[in-house]
Each structure stands twice: as structure tokens, then as C-alpha cells.
Nanobody, 127 residues
């Protein structure tokens, strides 16, 4: 069973940076495709970023492209979300999620395609 634990959220000001971490256990990251999602109050969970494959190919939502970077450290079995130039509209609970790399045809932008989820970490950006 895969377990994911996020950390690194907090309260920051607009323009600040923050790094979220997602520590995985039960499977190595090489066996998983990993994503970050976020959910703001009253809104559906939304895709943020995805990292996949041995080449660590990355994908981003348009709203964060150029500001956020997803990366992974295989030695630490941890995925990161580096967030720069934060805006108040980035305020949300951020979740990391994953599914087995075997499933190459899944839609990585769809939350219901993911099998494993962390508990979430709150990010609040004040103006």
C-alpha cells in the first residue's frame, strides 16, 4: 500500500515562494506517476502539476506554468512542488497523489485517475 505525506504549507504574502514536499512509502517513485492538485473553498479539486517516467517529464496547469516546478528526489522518495511568485488565488489545500506507472494511458489531469492521496497541506497567500 502506498502512503503519501505532504508537508511545507503555510501562510505567506503575495510574491513569496514556498516548497511543498510529498514523502512516499510503500513504493519507490520509479514505480509511480505523481501529481499535485489543489482545492480552494467551494471549488473542485484542480490539477496543478504532474511528473512521470524515468525521464521525469513534467506537465503543468496553465495557471501555474512558469511559476511552479514539480520535481522529485528518488533517493529520498519525495516529490516537491516549488511555488514562486505566489498569488492570493493560489490559496488552497494542496494534495499530492499518485498511481502506478504501469497505467500509461491514464489522464494525469483528472483527479479520479489517481489511486493514492496524501492528507493535504494548507497554503494561504495574503495580498
Amino acid at each position: 500500500q502506498v502512503q503519501l505525506v505532504e508537508s511545507g504549507g503555510g501562510l505567506v504574502q503575495a510574491g513569496d515562494s514556498l516548497r511543498l514536499s510529498c514523502a512516499a512509502s510503500g513504493r519507490t517513485l520509479n514505480a509511480l506517476r505523481m501529481g499535485w492538485f489543489r482545492q480552494a473553498p467551494g471549488k473542485e479539486r484542480a490539477f496543478v502539476a504532474h511528473i512521470a517516467g524515468a525521464a521525469a517529464i513534467t506537465y503543468y496547469a496553465d495557471s501555474v506554468k512558469g511559476r511552479f516546478t514539480i520535481s522529485r528526489d528518488n533517493a529520498k522518495n519525495t516529490v516537491y512542488l516549488h511555488m514562486n511568485s505566489l498569488k492570493p488565488e493560489d490559496t488552497a489545500v494542496y494534495y499530492c497523489a499518485g498511481y502506478l506507472s504501469y497505467y500509461t494511458s491514464k489522464n494525469y489531469r483528472a483527479a479520479d485517475e489517481y489511486d493514492y492521496w496524501g492528507q493535504g497541506t494548507q497554503v494561504t497567500v495574503s495580498s
